[in-house]
């Protein structure tokens, strides 16, 4: 074997373990990422804002995949956790789908009969009524309709709040007489579906049909007191 074969062989060497480091080296470089992000599992992400306190539709959410290790212990990773659920607070969209979002809707509980009426949204602790909230509520009667003065009464206390719609523009009906659902003004409302039982459900279909305004009054969480019936009435006249 002549030199200049064995300079082709020293090179075929050299070129076969230059090779082989090269490979070693990818190969760690792969192991080394896949240490790092580990096996992918699948979240969702949102397509779309979504307001608070509504329905939420798995069309409006898209499958991703991420690394298992990267993904919150909340992440919601089977869309059927959405049944009966509503958001409960604004989502908006490209974040990632979390069971902290969301609460399952106010179930209606035996001896109870959901009723919804319409409530100004000026009057209605506008923005701060939601699924599951107690409020009080107040009806105003003026003194043609009561034939006498003007009183101020609160019909139901410590009503649950079942359901809150969308906002909804009223109009004053054709005859001037009174506006649709609790308002003579024009202006815009809000639909709020309530859990009550037969008496109350009464009340507040008389006040919705005959009283100049329905009001709410949101109750603090875990306050039960119970409303004397000395202040469940409210004149002028007795103010003094």
Not at 83 to 92: E, F, H, M, S, Y
Not at 182 to 201: C, N, S, Y
Request: proline residues 6%.
């Amino acid at each position: 074997m002549n030199s200049r074969q064995r300079r082709g062989i020293v090179l075929l060497l050299l070129s076969a373990l230059c090779a082989v480091g090269a490979f070693a080296g990818v190969f760690a470089v792969i192991h080394d990422a896949e240490s790092k992000t580990g096996p992918e599992t699948t979240a969702y992400r949102l397509k779309t804002d979504i307001p608070a306190y509504r329905d939420l539709d798995p069309d409006e959410f898209e499958k991703i995949t991420m690394p298992r290790r990267w993904l919150p212990v909340t992440a919601v990773t089977d869309l059927s956790a959405l049944r009966g659920k509503i958001a409960v607070t604004p989502l908006r969209k490209g974040s990632l789908l979390q069971s902290d979002m969301i609460v399952a809707r106010p179930a209606l509980a035996p001896g109870k009969q959901e009723i919804a009426i319409m409530i100004d949204a000026a009057t209605g602790v506008a923005g701060k009524i939601q699924p599951g909230a107690r409020v009080n509520m107040y009806a105003t009667f003026d003194a043609k309709e009561q034939g006498a003065k003007p009183v101020s009464k609160m019909i139901v206390s410590g009503a649950q709040v079942i359901d809150v719609g969308k906002l909804t523009p009223l109009k004053r009906d054709g005859d001037g007489g009174r506006a649709a659902a609790t308002t003579r003004q024009a202006g815009e409302a809000v639909p709020i579906t309530f859990a009550l039982d037969t008496k109350d459900a009464q009340r507040v279909a008389y006040a919705e049909s005959f009283a100049s305004h329905v009001r709410l009054a949101l109750v603090a969480p875990g306050s039960q007191e119970p409303v004397g019936s000395g202040d469940r009435t409210y004149t002028l006249d007795g103010d003094k």
